[in-house]
């Protein structure tokens, strides 16, 4: 057997379509949706990221503004740039791209960001809200894998759903959204026992941990349901968390890395900027 390939690549490219159609929608009437991308010293890792955000929007027909700020920049200053960014009417959603130099609290940056412009979702009172089932914004990349299983036609009511990695961007957030929709759910960490036997279990199986190949077709139930969070960069090419050639001979859905949930991942960015314009109206 061999499991049918959930393609981010063309479920975030048909999101897209509808996303750049409603953006132009709310152009017309005056409100040209607004992100503003903030990137702090020289990590070339977030300056790719950074520019791939920033060109997502502008193909999507939004106004996109990148900030570069110097490695040395000071807590004040960056703090300044989220407040006047806070108060500027044409920029409905802020990204500080993490991580930030280590001078710097990340945590007091992304609190100063409006809730209502935190396109992240890590802010706390949305991290608040996403817990007590009232989400305002949900984190980009949990959302991607939500809309992934949802566009599948996946049933996530009473399935077991086993979520790998914890951390508060990824593995939390993805447990609630999950237990939201009625799946139980079980939240591994690496203090975890027995790994294995929790992902045997597994109907969906979501793995974000960054260790190449740690999930193998041996861990899997069969017909699983299995999201590749991970991205891992091994000689030279990109690889997820799982073992996608032994992976993909049990499991009945696959997400591929590169190509399945990181496209995701920018286009719920997107979906989360036009829902600031409109609860903003
Ligand atoms: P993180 O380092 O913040 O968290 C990793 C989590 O994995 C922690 O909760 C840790 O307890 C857990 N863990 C570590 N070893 C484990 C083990 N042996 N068994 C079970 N759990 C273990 O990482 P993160 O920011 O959540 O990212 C995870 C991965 O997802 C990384 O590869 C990252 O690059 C990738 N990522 C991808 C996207 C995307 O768009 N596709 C977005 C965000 C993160």
């Not at 981010?8 to 009437?29: D, P, Q």
């Not at 040209?32 to 997502?56: E, T």
């Not at 699983?224 to 960069?233: E, Q």
């Amino acid at each position: 057997m061999s499991a049918q390939i959930i393609s981010g690549t063309e479920l975030a490219a048909s999101i897209r379509e509808t996303i750049a159609t409603r953006a132009a929608e709310l152009t017309t009437l005056g409100h040209k949706p607004g992100l503003a991308v903030v990137l702090v010293g020289d990590d070339p890792a977030s300056r790719v990221y950074v520019r791939n955000k920033v060109s997502a929007c502008e193909k999507a027909g939004f106004k996109s503004v990148m900030y570069e700020m110097p490695e040395n920049t000071s807590q004040d200053a960056l703090v300044g740039l989220v407040q006047q960014l806070n108060a500027d009417p044409s920029i409905h959603g802020i990204l500080v791209q993490l991580p930030l130099p280590k001078h710097l609290d990340s945590h007091v940056v992304i609190e100063t960001i409006s809730a209502a412009k935190d396109v992240d979702g890590f802010h706390i009172s949305n991290a608040g809200l996403l817990m007590t089932g009232k989400p305002l914004f949900r984190p980009c990349t949990p959302y991607g894998v939500m809309k992934m299983l949802e566009l599948t036609g996946i049933e996530l009511r009473g399935a077991e759903a086993v979520v790998i990695g914890a951390s508060n961007i990824v593995g939390k957030p993805q447990a609630m959204l999950l237990l939201q929709q009625g799946a139980t759910v079980t939240l591994c960490n690496s203090k975890t026992k027995d790994l294995k036997s929790h992902c045997q279990r597994a109907d969906i199986l979501v793995v974000a941990v960054g260790r190449p190949n740690m999930i193998t077709g041996d861990m899997i139930k069969p017909g699983a349901v299995v999201i590749d969070v991970g991205i891992n960069r091994v000689d030279g090419k990109l690889c997820g968390d799982v073992d996608f050639d032994s992976a993909k001979e049990v499991a009945g859905w696959i997400t591929p890395v590169p190509g399945g949930v990181g496209p995701m991942t920018i286009t719920m960015l997107l979906q989360n900027t036009i829902e600031a314009v409109e609860r903003s109206l």
